[in-house]
């Protein structure tokens, strides 16, 4: 059976429903779902897995959460030729219009360079997932595990 690994970070909860949802939306596709918060994940875990999955929010002035920088950062010592990745964002563009999400675009660049093949162009949400997001979400997953 298929395994989808997904690891979030999340200090106000979005990110951590956004995760929720996306573990139920790929179970619903047949797939197995381990997921993981940030601070128990180690990057070699992805190792076993299909389907490598992050949901982030972004912190600071569009840095890493730093719960998750050290994963971010471990990712590039893993080979994950062979899988497929897929990232989802939390952010707030009208506090942080500049740095929107950025957190998820660093982790696009340390997937692409583990040899992971993306699944899906990242999904990026205000704050909490409303039904737009939630529709997105059912497109990412689709994607990914097609
Ligand atoms: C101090 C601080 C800095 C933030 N910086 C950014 C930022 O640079 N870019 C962004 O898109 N969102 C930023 N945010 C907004 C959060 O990423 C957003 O509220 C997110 O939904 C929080 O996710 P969580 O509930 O999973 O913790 C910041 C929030 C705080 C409190």
């Known amino acids: 059976m298929t395994?989808?690994?997904i690891v979030y970070a999340s200090m106000t909860?979005?990110?951590e429903e956004i995760s929720e949802i996306l573990e139920e939306?790929?179970?619903a596709a047949g797939v197995d779902?381990?997921?993981v918060e940030a601070d128990d994940a180690d990057a070699s875990d992805f190792e076993d897995a299909d389907i490598c999955v992050v949901a982030t929010y972004t912190y600071g002035?569009?840095?890493l959460p730093d719960e998750i920088e050290d994963f971010h950062?471990?990712?590039a010592d893993v080979d994950l030729a062979g899988k497929t990745y897929g990232v989802v964002g939390s952010g707030d563009d009208e506090l942080y219009?500049?740095?929107f999400c950025t957190a998820a675009d660093l982790f696009e660049e340390a997937f692409e360079a583990t040899g992971a093949k993306k699944g899906s162009a990242t999904?990026?949400?205000n704050n909490d997932a409303e039904d737009e997001d939630v529709e997105n979400l059912q497109k990412f997953v689709d994607e990914l595990v097609k």
């Open 73 to 75: 950062d471990d990712l």
């Open 33 to 35: 779902v381990d997921r």
């Open 123 to 125: 999904v990026k949400i």
């Open 25 to 27: 939306k790929l179970k």
């Open 61 to 63: 002035d569009g840095e």
């Open 13 to 15: 909860g979005n990110t």
């Open 97 to 99: 219009p500049d740095t």
């Open 3 to 5: 395994l989808a690994k």
